[in-house]
């Protein structure tokens, strides 16, 4: 499975840093207006702009102070004949000469009354760059006030928009984030069996999974790790049963066995949800078996998560606290991959991937003892500006559209199935070498984070203000990214330029932090455990190690997975990368197959080391 950068993303936040930055805001309120279906229109539309010599970033936030609407589009009109829209998110944007018009998608074309959509586009100017005033909403401008009181909000009320989509960057190794404070009725000390938690990995076993252990002891030196706790993936229909191995139910009864065995302790099984259709648009190791065109998005509702709540809701494991780790390399995709990959645009235009992911809330949050985190990609995808905001707008108006609203997730996942370090413990995000910011580093190519921590607890701060609980809590999967061994760098380097110093301080020792694939001179990370940080509810071993991430040449195979130049430790690589070499592992079989050489590299680098 993979996760890479989005070169035009990357290209972007260069040209913003590179340049002065500017910012401009500007907004319109509300009119109401009576149309056909005696519904009252009433908006406010926020503009924020930065801006730098030639080029810009908008993010605009429509908030819906009348009847709910059901589709929208919003107009407006370039002051200017230079301003152009280049590229824009979360909406279909065109362009008419100075007209700009942007109309809904179906995964958010609902907009309840009080509620907000935010939207935004990346641009470029010549001559002056004046804020745009004449914002109308399905043609009723936006500059009065409504003509009748605002409709009392839902249960779960949308919240104002945010005032900036743009991350707070870290200021230590270890940032010192302050905990959300505590919810308002605090869980009893000790739960009763089957109680529903704040925190599922607090007080509890992990999982062991017998089949990963097997694997495990039968490596020299595996015994240290075998019985570490590990997810269980479903990443295809034929996994609920078994496929030539443990099905769903074989490893939920195992799990029963273990917390009889366990006595008083709770006992945690994660299982990977990894079956969307047109999944892993943005890559070929990991594509699965269902396809949006082939009616996947059906076939993944009523063969693929229906058998799976079924089998979950089963009373006999009712004491289970059962993590669904929700679709690795979903939504994130409908953020990055769009533009440049047909299968993303296929599954952002149909709202595959939303409706998929609320269908698989709905259904697995209605068990009681069942706890979702979605995956929410890495610091390396979503750390640059104009990424994060996106991000943390689609995640909120997904689960916000569930039936349960935002509580149907108990947090997100970050690292999943990737290298990114937890924590880089020699510079950080504010770091100056000879007066130059370690964020103009080629390595860091002017991203807001240089880990996956402080990315994590900025990602759950911005949640949080967004409109989710203050109890939500983060995941970092630490199965392969201690990077130790003895190429890891033992304190911050001497170097006085920026790029020589990020590169011998950096304990990541990925060619490009775009590389993904089955990394030479990985190690094993952080050993899961609960509330290691601040926000973070566990480091965990979501990602089996030893499981291949994808064959490094072409391999013929009954599972969907297409060979990925990316895994080809051969390949010059492309503009994700930079176009350098992948830095992968020779020799290594498809996705999810066990890779011995990989598993032993791994044992050798593992971070902290192993006994």
């Given amino acids: 499975m993979r996760l890479s950068l989005s070169g035009a993303k990357r290209s972007l936040a260069s040209r913003i840093a590179i340049a002065a930055a500017g910012l401009a805001l500007g907004s319109t309120m509300a009119v109401a207006t009576a149309t056909t279906a005696n519904a009252a229109i009433a908006c406010k539309v926020t503009y924020e702009q930065n801006q730098w010599p030639g080029g810009m970033s908008v993010n605009l936030t429509i908030q819906n102070l009348g009847d709910a609407l ?18 824009g998110w979360s909406a279909n944007w065109s362009q008419q000469g100075q007209s700009v018009t942007a109309t809904s998608l179906d995964w958010n074309r609902s907009v309840p009354s009080g509620g907000s959509v935010n939207i935004g586009f990346n641009g470029s100017w010549s001559g002056s760059n004046p804020t745009p005033t004449d914002f109308k909403i399905n043609g009723v401008a936006c500059n009065g006030t409504p003509s009748s009181p605002p409709v009392t909000p839902p249960v779960t009320p949308p919240v104002s928009p945010s005032p900036s989509v743009s991350p707070s960057p870290s200021v230590s190794p270890s ?72 099905g769903l139910r074989e490893h939920l009864n195992e799990a029963v066995e273990q917390d009889e065995a366990n006595g008083s302790k709770p006992l945690t099984i994660q299982v990977v ?25 059906n076939r993944y509702k009523s063969e693929y998560i229906d058998p799976i709540a079924e089998i979950m809701s089963d009373p006999k494991y009712r004491n289970l606290r059962i993590v669904a780790i929700l ?51 890495h610091h390396g995808w979503l750390g640059w ?38 924590v880089e413990p020699y510079f950080n995000i504010n770091t100056t070498v000879n007066g130059v910011t370690v964020r103009q ?65 950096r304990i990541d020792r990925r ?46 195979n009954d ?25 992968a592992l020779p020799n290594a079989p498809i996705s999810g197959h066990w890779f011995s050489a990989q598993f032993q590299e791994l044992m050798r680098n593992a971070y902290p080391p192993l006994d």
């Fill in 70 to 87: 059901n589709g929208w589009t919003l107009t407006f009109t370039f002051p200017d004949s230079g301003q152009r829209v280049d590229y």
């Fill in 175 to 246: 940032p010192s984030v302050s905990p959300s404070p505590s919810p308002s009725v605090s869980p009893p000390v000790s739960p009763p069996p089957g109680g529903r938690v704040d925190n599922p990995y607090e007080g509890a076993d992990g999982y062991v999974n017998p089949e990963w252990r097997a694997n495990a002891l039968s490596e020299p030196g595996g015994s240290r790790v075998a019985n570490t706790s590990t997810a269980v993936w479903l990443d295809r229909i034929a996994a609920i049963e078994g496929a030539g191995k443990m």
């Fill in 273 to 297: 949800i990894y079956n969307l259709p047109n999944r892993d648009c943005s890559a070929l190791a990991s594509n699965g078996e269902l396809l949006i065109s082939e009616n996947g998005l």
């Fill in 327 to 377: 679709e690795p390399d979903s939504l994130p995709n409908l953020i990055t991959n769009v533009n440049s990959h047909e299968k993303c645009r296929e599954a952002q235009q149909s709202g595959a991937y939303v409706q998929g992911v609320q269908y698989a809330i709905n259904k697995l949050r209605a068990i009681p003892n069942v706890y979702i985190y979605v995956d929410a990609a």
């Fill in 385 to 422: 500006d104009t990424n994060f905001g996106p991000a943390v707008d689609l995640f909120y108006s997904t689960i916000a559209g569930t039936q349960y609203g935002v509580d149907g997730v108990d947090g997100f996942i970050v690292n999943t199935a990737n290298y990114s370090a937890t």
């Fill in 441 to 505: 580093s080629k390595w860091v190519d002017w991203n807001q984070y240089v880990d996956e921590q402080s990315f994590a607890q900025a990602l759950r701060n911005a949640l949080i203000a967004k409109g989710f609980r203050n109890t939500i809590g983060m995941l970092i999967d630490t199965s392969r990214n201690g990077w130790g061994g003895p190429d890891r760098p033992t304190g911050p380097s001497s170097a006085t330029d920026v790029n020589k110093f990020v590169d011998e301080s």
């Fill in 511 to 556: 060619i490009h932090a775009g590389n993904w694939c089955n990394q030479a001179g990985a190690g094993l990370g952080e050993r899961p455990r609960a509330n290691p940080a601040p926000g973070i509810d566990a480091y965990v071993w979501v990602k089996p190690p030893g499981e291949s991430d994808g064959a490094s040449e072409e391999i013929p």
């Fill in 559 to 583: 599972e969907g997975k297409s060979f990925d130049r990316m895994c080809d430790p051969t390949y010059e690589g492309n503009s994700l990368n930079g176009y350098n070499k992948t830095g």
